[in-house]
């Protein structure tokens, strides 16, 4: 098993520019969720789904949107990057309910 | 949506002694209580969890309560070395829905 699988590790966008982060999980878990990580403030939710087909908004959704086409795959959409949004993004996995989450070993991303 | 508090937000302490983290929660629907480490530069792991229908385990040095009636969970670790120095974090959901993350707490362990 890879386990939680994102890419790419790093990334530099200019501002108003778009990208994918990829996530990809080999465990067939059921949740995943997307948190941002940045100096002080701990993970902040920011997508998460209970299943194919199913997502909902965390705590900072605003300027990122996901879909959820197969069980596998939860790649995150930064719309029209803003220097804010400067971050470390992690992925995460767990296969149902009270399981712990297995975290991806992120993407750090650099808005400019 | 859930609001978890984590305190203290740094925390120093001499090899061999005790570390408590305390964190509190807001909705009392949460019933899943995580607790991870993140060391410098890498991601997040769990290293303990408790579910609301129990209101204390342990695991080795570590162990973690849950005080339901107070919207309070505590992690304890016990006889730290400094390999236990780190970040932790707390976590609150209801059935892995919407799990919320406190702050963090830097621990380190001065040998």
């Known amino acids: 098993n890879a386990g939680v699988t994102q890419t790419p590790k790093f990334q530099v966008l200019k501002t108003g520019q778009s990208m994918t982060l990829q996530c990809a999980q080999d465990m067939n878990h059921e949740y995943m969720s997307w948190y941002r990580q940045d100096p002080g403030m701990g993970l902040r939710l920011i997508h998460y789904?209970?299943?194919?087909?199913?997502?909902d908004q965390g705590e900072v959704p605003n300027g990122y949107n996901v879909s959820r086409s197969t069980t596998e795959d939860f790649p995150l959409r930064l719309l029209s990057a803003a220097p804010s949004q400067t971050s470390v993004y992690f992925c995460a996995s767990s296969p149902s309910p009270g399981d712990g989450y297995t975290f991806g070993s992120g993407t750090r991303l650099t808005v400019v | 949506g859930e609001n978890v508090e984590q305190h203290p937000s740094t925390l120093s302490v001499q090899e061999g002694d005790s570390a408590v983290i305390k964190c509190t929660y807001s909705?009392?629907?949460?019933?899943?209580f995580p607790w991870y480490k993140q060391e410098l530069g890498k991601r997040p792991q769990l290293i303990i969890d408790i579910r609301s229908n129990v209101g204390e385990k342990k695991d080795q040095r570590i162990a973690v309560t849950l005080n339901k009636t107070a919207k309070h969970f505590s992690l304890h670790i016990t006889e730290t070395q400094p390999e236990d120095s780190a970040v932790y974090f707390c976590a609150a959901a209801y059935n892995n829905n919407d799990m919320r993350f406190g702050a963090g707490t830097r621990l380190t362990v001065k040998p």
């Open positions: 789904s209970v299943g194919a087909g199913i997502t």
């Open positions: 909705d009392s629907a949460s019933n899943y």
